[in-house]
């Protein structure tokens, strides 16, 4: 039923296509990197916001299924935050049951957004679900709300907030971790991943699209931390940082003047890669759900891929190469 419905988005979009043509992307390219010596493929999506709704449910599965039929097997599929809209258990049982049934990834790595902190009963609680869920639906063993972990050899890092507000907040103890982890990390002399539901602060033309009427300078980013979670991760080379959060869709560089932001940013060899929200359609940029950005790592180089998972098609006028140093 999941696969007739999806392909029948997929004719509706391709008769779309014939007008609009190539704004709508490739629907023929295989799910495999673009070239063979690929090291390390993986997906990304963020913003997921379940709740015990059904259809939201079923919207989560096109994307599974999307990753499970990958022509080259994904390594990991990579989710940024906000799982669940309040952090109910009834809504991470949901997020689990989405899953049943599906092999998305070699790995799955699960990151806590704000939305993941608002139970009714207690931030305790909360971080509590957190880790539960994480062996539950990625077979994880964690402590907290931050963890590392490698895959083929290269380094995830995800953040969490310590506390149950909009910006996050991670402690000392926290930053510390960080710290250590990103020196360990670049004793291998491979890319790092870190993944943090919130963007660093004035990052994708932050303050201004998180859409207050009055923005605050940290609004929509990580907040009081910010500056030194950014100083970190920019003492090292060859840094990706994914977040979510922010609900833009797709723009690049020469859609800047037009949206006021770029999905990834670089800053030397430090590249902040911003994701669409998966579940709702976006307010700005590329108008569209069910989106996010595949990751191809290569020796030299690694190129950041923009795919609608619940129609099956490539965005490529959204392909970003960087050269690593």
């Given at each position: 039923m999941f696969t007739f419905i999806r392909s029948l988005v997929a004719v509706i979009m391709s008769l779309l296509s014939v007008c609009f043509s190539p704004i709508f992307g490739d629907f023929t390219a295989d799910t495999k990197p673009l070239k063979d010596d690929c090291r390390l493929y993986f997906a990304t999506i963020s913003d997921i916001h379940m709740t015990e709704e059904t259809a939201r449910r079923d919207m989560l599965r096109f994307g599974l299924e999307d990753f499970e039929n990958s022509t080259y097997p994904l390594d990991a599929v990579v989710l940024s935050g906000d799982l669940t809209d309040h952090g109910e258990e009834a809504e991470w049982e949901m997020l689990k049951e989405a899953f049943d049934g599906y092999t998305p990834a070699k790995n799955i790595i699960l990151a806590q957004g704000n939305h993941d902190t608002w139970t009714e009963e207690s931030f305790e609680k909360a971080q509590e679900l957190f880790i539960t869920y994480n062996k539950e639906i990625a077979d994880r063993e964690i402590e907290n709300v931050y963890y590392s972990t490698k895959i083929n050899g290269y380094t995830f890092i995800v953040l969490g907030s310590e506390t149950d507000r909009t910006s996050a907040y991670m402690s000392d103890t926290q930053l510390e971790w960080l710290s250590a982890e990103m020196e360990k990390a670049s004793e291998d002399g491979l890319p790092i991943f870190v993944v943090s539901h919130w963007p660093i602060n004035e990052s994708h033309g932050l303050p201004e699209t998180w859409g207050d009427d009055e923005p605050e300078i940290d609004d929509g980013g990580i907040g009081d931390q910010s500056a030194r979670v950014e100083e970190i991760l920019k003492s090292y080379e060859n840094v990706f940082m994914i977040s979510g959060h922010i609900h833009s869709g797709f723009a690049k560089e020469s859609q800047k003047n037009v949206y006021g932001y770029v999905s990834v940013e670089s800053d030397g060899s430090?590249?902040?890669?911003?994701?669409?929200?998966?579940?709702?359609?976006?307010?700005?940029?590329?108008?569209?759900?069910?989106?996010?950005?595949?990751?191809?790592?290569?020796?030299?180089e690694v190129i950041i891929r923009a795919r609608s998972y619940s129609a099956g098609v490539w965005y490529t006028d959204y392909n970003w190469t960087i050269e690593l140093v």
């Open positions: 430090f590249h902040s890669v911003n994701l669409p929200q998966y579940m709702y359609m976006t307010l700005r940029g590329r108008i569209a759900n069910g989106t996010g950005f595949n990751f191809e790592v290569y020796e030299d």
